[in-house]
C-alpha cells in the first residue's frame, strides 16, 4: 500500500487543471432547503444545489454540514449532477438532523474534475428542540419501529442513558449508548429494538459519580410492519437451551439480481422482527457491519460517475431510522486514488477499448467495511480489473485476460482516503500473492454472472471470462499481534484461494506487504490434534481474531474445497486435494505467528452445507455464534444461525440454538442495537 505521497502525474495533472481552470468558470447559481428554518429535530430537509460551467463538464457536488460549534464534515461526497436545460442538477441530498438543537451550516461544493475549478455556497438552518420543558418527548420517525427521544439538559459531567420496556413486562429493558451531557441543550436519542404495534414506557438516566438519576417516563406506541415491504420469516428449530445475553440477531439477507428480496432486519431469538432498514428508492444493499451507538456501515447500489455500473457504488454510515450520516461513493474514491499516483484506480468507463496489457480499473464496493481502526477511520474492500497477457491463470483462449483482483482503502473520519493496499501490487509470487495461481475450484465471472460485478473491461478482443483471482470477503483491523505486541495490522481474507493474508498496516505506517498467509499450502503447519482427514479451512467467510485481538480466531469455514476437491489449476499440489464430502464447520484457532502454527479450539460440523457467505462470532457467554448463509439444500429455509457450546477436550461443541430463515449475507449476535461485537 502507500500513505498519501504526491506523485508526479499528479501535479502534472494539477497544473493541466489550473491552466484549464484561468479559461473556465464554475458558479453556483442556487442552495436552497425544501422546508423553510426553523424546524424542529428530526425534520427531512431535502437541500437543491444548482451550478453552471462553462466547460462542458460534468459537474460534482460534494454536502457539508456542520453542528453548533463544530467543525464542517464531509456527509455526502463529489458525484456527478444531471444537466437539464443548461444547468446542473446536485444528486439528492436529504439531510435529517437529529442530534443537536441550534444552528447548523450546510455547505456545498462544486467541482469541474476536468478543469479542477471549484466553487462553494453555504447556508444556515435553525434547528429546534423537541424538548421546550422539564418533560422528555418522544416521536415517532419514517421507521415505525424506531422512535426520536428527547431529553432536558443535564450538568455537564454527567452522562445520560434512555431505558425503554414493553409495558408488559415480559422482555428485558433494553439501555442505549451512554452519552455526554451539555447544560445548554437537549438530548436526543434514536431508540431501535422495538416490537411492532406495542406500547413502550421509557425515561432517562442521568449518572453522576456513578449515581443514576431517573427522569420522567413517557410512553409510546410503535406501528405495525408495512404491507409494502416483504419481510422474512423464520422457524426456531431449537430454542434458546441457556440464559443468553446477545439476545438479538441482525441479519443480512441476501440480494438476488439488482434488486434485494427482503430488508435487512434484527430480530429476537425466536425470529420476530424488532427492526428493518428497506431505502427509497429499493435498492441493493450489503449490510457490512453494525457500529456503536445505533448506526451501521452499508454498500448500496445507485450511479456515481459512471453512468453504466450501479452495483454497489456507495459506502454509507446509516442510523436507526435509516437516514444517512455519512456518504462515499467509488468515483470520488478514485480520484482521490488517482491523484496519490495508483493507475489502476481509472474508471472502467474511461479505459480505451479494447484494454491493453497492463490496464486496470475500479470496479465496485465489495464484501466488507470495517470502522474499528483508531482516530474514527474506516477500511473498505473494492473489485479492482487488470488485463494480463493470454494464458495467464490457464487460460487457453489465446487472449488478453481480465483478472479480478482486489483493494482495500483506509478512510480517515472525513472518509477521505489516506491509505490503500492493492493486491496487484503484490502478485509477483512468495511470500506475496502469486498471479499464477489461479482459484483453488477454477471460479470465474462473465457478463451479467450473479454474484459477479459488472465487468468494465472484458469485451472484443478479450478473454470472455474473467478468473475471479481472490474474492475477498472480510477484513479485520488487529490491535495487537498474537504475542500480545502492538501491530495494527489487517486480515484480509482470500475466499478464492483459501488464504487469510495479514497486511502489513501498522497503523497507516506500514510497507503494505503481506506479512503471511494462513491456509493450505501455505507457510503454516496445521496442529492436526484430532485427526481430522482435511483439518484448513476453505472458501472461509468473516475472519477475525476474538477478545479485542487476543484471540482465537474464528472462522465460517464453508468447506468448498473438502467437499467438491479441486480439478482445476489449483489441484496440483497434495495440500489441496480435500476429501469429498462433509458440512459447512465452525472454526476457532490459535495463531503462534513465531512458530508459523494453528491449532483448533472448535472445529464443528454443523450439519449443513452453505458454499458461499456467512459468519462467525464468539459471543460474552463462552458460546459460539456461526451462520450457515446459504444452505441451498433447504429451499426456502436456507439459512441457519447456530449457537455452539464448545465441548470441553474436543473440537466439537452442543447446539444450543438454531434459528431457520431466508438465504442471507451475514449475521451478528448482539445484546441490543447500541452494543455491536468488537469483530
Not at 475450484?441 to 468494465?456: D, F, I, M, R, S
Not at 476453505?538 to 468448498?560: C, L
Not at 464430502?581 to 503462534?592: I, P, Q
Amino acid at each position: 500500500m502507500r500513505e498519501a505521497t504526491r506523485s508526479p502525474w499528479y501535479i502534472v495533472a494539477l497544473l493541466m487543471g489550473l491552466c484549464a481552470s484561468a479559461h473556465a468558470t464554475v458558479k453556483i447559481v442556487g442552495l436552497t432547503p425544501s422546508v423553510a428554518s426553523p424546524q424542529v429535530l428530526g425534520t427531512s430537509v431535502t437541500w437543491k444545489a444548482l451550478a453552471k460551467d462553462s466547460n462542458s463538464g460534468p459537474l460534482t457536488f460534494q454536502f457539508q454540514e456542520s453542528a453548533p460549534g463544530a467543525s464542517l464534515t464531509v456527509t455526502r461526497d463529489f458525484n456527478v449532477g444531471t444537466m437539464k436545460n443548461g444547468t446542473w442538477h446536485a444528486p439528492t441530498y436529504v439531510w435529517v438532523p437529529t442530534d443537536v438543537e441550534g444552528q447548523h451550516t450546510i455547505e456545498v461544493v462544486v467541482k469541474d474534475f476536468t478543469s479542477g475549478e471549484t466553487a462553494s455556497m453555504s447556508a444556515t438552518y435553525m434547528v429546534t428542540p423537541l424538548v421546550t420543558g422539564s418533560t422528555p418527548v418522544v416521536v415517532a420517525t419514517a421507521n415505525p419501529l424506531v422512535a426520536l427521544f428527547g431529553s432536558p439538559s443535564c450538568p455537564a459531567g454527567s452522562t445520560i442513558q434512555v431505558k425503554f420496556q414493553p409495558q408488559s413486562g415480559t422482555v428485558p429493558p433494553t439501555v442505549t449508548s451512554a452519552q455526554p451531557c451539555n447544560p445548554t441543550s437537549t438530548s436526543n436519542f434514536e431508540i431501535g429494538g422495538m416490537y411492532p404495534s406495542t406500547t413502550y414506557t421509557m425515561f432517562a438516566q442521568v449518572i453522576a459519580g456513578g449515581k443514576p438519576t431517573v427522569g420522567p417516563s413517557v410512553t409510546f406506541t410503535t406501528g405495525a410492519l408495512p404491507t409494502n415491504i416483504p419481510f422474512p420469516t423464520f422457524t426456531q428449530a431449537m430454542p434458546p437451551g441457556d440464559t443468553n445475553p446477545n439476545a438479538l440477531l441482525l441479519l443480512n439477507p441476501t440480494q438476488e439480481g439488482s434488486e434485494p428480496v427482503y430488508p435487512s432486519v434484527a430480530t429476537d431469538l425466536a425470529g420476530n422482527i424488532v427492526w428493518y432498514y428497506w431505502p427509497v428508492p429499493k435498492q441493493t444493499i450489503v449490510l457490512t457491519r453494525p457500529l456503536p451507538g445505533g448506526l451501521m456501515l452499508t454498500l448500496e447500489s445507485g450511479q456515481a460517475w459512471d453512468p453504466n455500473n450501479k452495483h454497489l457504488q456507495f459506502l454509507r454510515e446509516i442510523d436507526l431510522a435509516g437516514n444517512v450520516v455519512k456518504e462515499t461513493n467509488i468515483g470520488v474514491v478514485g480520484a482521490q486514488l488517482l491523484a496519490m499516483g495508483l493507475t489502476d484506480a481509472q474508471e472502467c468507463a474511461a479505459v480505451p477499448k479494447p484494454p491493453i496489457v497492463g490496464a486496470a480499473c475500479l470496479d465496485n464496493f465489495n464484501h466488507d467495511a470495517i470502522m474499528t481502526l483508531p482516530n474514527g477511520q474506516t477500511a473498505a474492500l473494492i473489485i479492482l480489473e487488470k488485463i494480463f497477457p493470454a494464458g495467464t491463470q490457464g487460460d487457453t483462449t489465446g487472449l488478453p485476460v481480465d483478472v479480478l483482483g482486489d483493494m482495500f482503502v483506509v478512510l480517515d473520519s472525513n472518509w477521505q482516503v489516506n491509505w490503500y493496499f492493492d493486491s496487484f501490487q503484490h502478485d509477483g509470487g512468495a511470500p506475496q500473492l502469486d498471479i499464477s495461481r489461479a482459484p483453488v475450484l477454477g471460479e470465474t465471472c462473465v457478463q451479467g454472472q450473479q454474484g459477479c460485478p459488472p465487468l468494465g473491461l472484458i469485451g472484443s478482443g478479450i478473454a470472455p471470462k474473467a478468473p475471479d483471482w481472490l474474492h475477498s470477503n472480510s477484513l479485520y483491523y488487529w490491535p495487537t499481534d498474537s504475542d500480545g505486541g502492538a501491530s495494527g495490522d489487517i486480515l484480509m481474507s482470500y475466499r478464492n484461494q483459501d488464504w487469510i493474508g495479514k497486511i502489513d498496516y501498522n497503523n497507516g505506517t506500514g510497507t503494505g506487504n503481506i506479512l503471511w498467509l494462513l491456509g493450505p499450502c501455505g507457510p503454516f503447519s496445521f496442529n492436526n490434534t484430532y485427526n481430522d482427514p482435511w483439518p484448513w479451512n476453505s472458501s472461509q467467510h468473516e475472519v477475525g481474531i476474538e477478545n479485542n485481538g487476543a484471540g482465537p480466531m474464528t472462522i465460517f469455514d464453508n468447506g468448498d474445497t473438502r467437499v467438491s476437491p479441486p480439478t482445476g489449476p489449483g489441484s496440483s499440489t497434495g495440500c489441496m486435494a480435500g476429501v469429498g464430502s462433509g458440512d459447512s464447520r465452525g472454526m476457532a484457532l490459535t495463531v503462534d505467528e513465531a512458530n508459523l502454527q494453528v491449532s483448533p479450539v472448535l472445529s464443528d460440523d454443523l450439519g449443513v452445507y452453505s458454499p458461499s457467505s456467512g459468519s462467525a462470532q464468539l459471543l460474552n457467554n463462552g458460546y459460539y455464534f456461526f451462520l450457515a448463509a446459504q444452505v441451498l439444500t433447504h429451499p426456502g429455509t436456507a439459512s441457519f444461525s447456530i449457537e455452539l457450546k464448545p465441548t470441553r477436550g474436543t473440537e466439537t461443541g452442543t447446539i444450543m440454538l438454531d434459528l431457520q430463515g431466508t438465504t442471507a449475507y451475514r449475521g451478528w449476535r448482539m445484546p441490543n442495537l447500541y452494543s455491536p461485537p468488537i469483530t
